[in-house]
Each structure stands twice: as C-alpha cells, then as structure tokens.
C-alpha cells in the first residue's frame, strides 16, 4: 500500500490522502486499518455526489478509527490558465498548490493536478497548452523517496502556463450525477 511505504519512509511527516470518498464504503476493512496504523488524514472533498454518500463515508471512516476531515461543499471549479506562457519559477514560487502533488492510476505523479486536468478539459477550456512527459515522473523508476520528492517540489514545464490572476469558474459537471450502484462500487474494488 502506497500509504504505508510513506509512512515507513518518512515516518514523522503529515500524512494526507485526498480523495471523493466514493469507494469508501466498500472499501476493505484491512485497507482502513492500514490507514489508521499509519495515522493518515483522510481529507474528502466534498463533491456532489460525495454530498449524496457522506453520512455512509463517515460511517465506515469511524467504524475503523480512520481520521478524517470533509471540505466545504464544492459545486464549481476554478481554473487557472495564462493566455501565454510565463515565468514556470515566479509561478511555481506563488502556487497554493505546489505541495498539493496528484497520483495517477499508472503511477505517473505530478507536482500538481493541473497539467491532467487542463488535458482532460482542454476542449472546454478552449486554450492551447502544452502538456508533456516531463510535467509527470513515473514513480515506479523512482529508487529514492527523498529524490522524488525533491523533484516533486520544484517547478514543472506546465507550471509556465499557470497562474493566480486569471481565474476560469465553471459549475460541476462530473462523470457521476448519480450514486453509484452495488455492481459498480464492487467492481471498481477489485485490481
């Protein structure tokens, strides 16, 4: 469990994991025990259909002990993209979400979400950026967590086209406007 090689890596940092929550309830009681031995914060971000399965979140959370914290409700998403590339290090040295870094199913991270998210809604964003290789780092070539994370926590190509001025707002618009059903929490539970 990636959670638990932190932990055993460095064994004094604050360990948080943010998450929709949406898989929690069918969540294997071993995977949030393993959460509570590692004393990891689990900070679910409170999204509509998160909203819809809160009180079945915290429930299962609590059964096992897991500390947790629930953000305010978030119903629209902010966005911020330069209409040209800037300063990576200016903006790098100015961005809330420079600690925030974003795992992938695939094991590519990143120092933040933003290079995936602009990918994933380029069309509606309606700007031209460009994402690369180099705005990730496998971490499955990675030897030495004290490497990855000073890679982690400098500037990324991608951080050139970020900035704090020019805000995009757009309502939620997610994959899931519903809950999900039994057949679809189990499924996703099992790889």
Request: proline share 5%.
């Amino acid at each position: 469990m990636f959670a638990m090689a932190v932990r055993e890596t460095f064994p004094e940092t604050s360990l948080q994991i943010i998450t929709n929550g949406l898989l929690i309830p069918k969540a294997d009681d071993k995977l949030l025990d393993l959460l509570t031995e590692c004393d990891a914060l689990i900070i679910i971000s409170n999204y509509p259909p998160t909203a819809k399965m809160l009180d079945d979140i915290e429930a299962k959370l609590k059964a096992h002990s897991v500390r947790f914290e629930v953000s305010p409700s978030i119903t629209e998403f902010r966005f911020e993209v330069g209409t040209e590339a800037g300063d990576e290090l200016f903006n790098y040295s100015h961005c809330c979400m420079k600690k925030c870094h974003f795992l992938e199913d695939d094991g590519r991270i990143g120092g933040c979400g933003a290079p995936i998210f602009y990918w994933e809604n380029r069309e509606y964003l309606e700007t031209e950026r460009e994402v690369s290789k180099e705005d990730w780092i496998n971490i499955q070539t990675q030897n030495d967590g004290w490497q990855l994370l000073d890679k982690l926590n400098k500037p990324f190509p991608f951080c050139r086209y970020c900035i704090t001025a020019k805000r995009i707002m757009f309502p939620w618009q997610g994959q899931y406007t519903r809950e999900l059903k039994e057949e679809e929490l189990s499924g996703r539970n099992k790889g």
